[in-house]
């Protein structure tokens, strides 16, 4: 006997209007003046970026690199944001989460010498930079992935490039070698157009795509 169809019914309210992730600014607010004002701070953090390598080693979880001078200095006078983007990463649901309670939501930006190269995001800032410098696997390591792809001149799949090859390991090797600026940012709406923002100020467009996959 064939199961009944069922059929989807719209919710009363399905065409309601609603701010995206409560979003409460104006478009216009947030292009002329919010995100000229992060990218302001930004310049700000990556003058005083700070060493990668702190965060591949072991033992190094949130707790213990905001407890660290280099990475407390270098938040030093972000006190408010840094609070309200702790309490955000706090506030999602996750295991991921509630065992680094002490991360926060925040960008990013990879420098070398004085020279920015990289913007990314992420709801928990310090364990994406950690697995940036420590984790060898293709779904997990875009960056690296993008750089082993041009140092071996690879044009398959990420999945189909080796990540245990010592050219792998040389190239997070010098990844870990270079310096981060961190701005925390609570808002994922500002964090999205903040990333393609300071992606095209700071033209980091070699390793910086925003193509789906």
């Known amino acids: 006997m064939p199961k009944p169809k069922i059929e989807f019914t719209p919710p009363k309210d399905w065409l309601s209007k609603k701010r995206v992730d409560g979003f409460s600014h104006s478009f216009d607010d947030l292009a002329k003046t919010r995100l000229p004002n992060l990218y302001l701070q930004l310049q700000t953090q990556i003058h005083r970026s700070i060493p990668l390598l702190p965060f591949a080693e072991d033992g190094n979880g949130p707790s213990t690199l905001l407890s660290d001078t280099a990475l407390s200095d270098h938040l030093k006078g972000l006190q ?68 082993l792809k041009n140092h071996t001149s690879h044009n398959g799949f990420r999945g189909d490039l080796d990540f245990t090859t010592e050219e792998a390991k040389g190239v997070q090797r010098w990844l870990r070698s270079q310096k981060v600026a961190i701005l925390p940012l609570a808002c994922p709406v500002e964090r999205y157009a903040f990333e393609l923002y300071a992606a095209m100020k700071l033209k980091t467009g070699k390793w910086n795509t925003f193509e789906t996959h």
Do not use: Q, W
């Not at 990463?89 to 996750?94: H, R, V, W």
């Open 80 to 147: 408010d944001a840094l609070a309200e983007a702790t309490r955000h990463t706090a506030s999602l649901k996750g295991s991921e989460v509630k065992k680094n309670n002490r991360d926060f939501a925040g960008v990013y930006v990879m420098v070398s010498g004085k020279r920015p190269f990289y913007v990314g995001i992420s709801r928990t800032a310090i364990c994406r930079l950690r697995s940036h410098v420590r984790t060898l696997e293709h779904h997990t390591a875009s960056l690296l992935f993008n750089l």
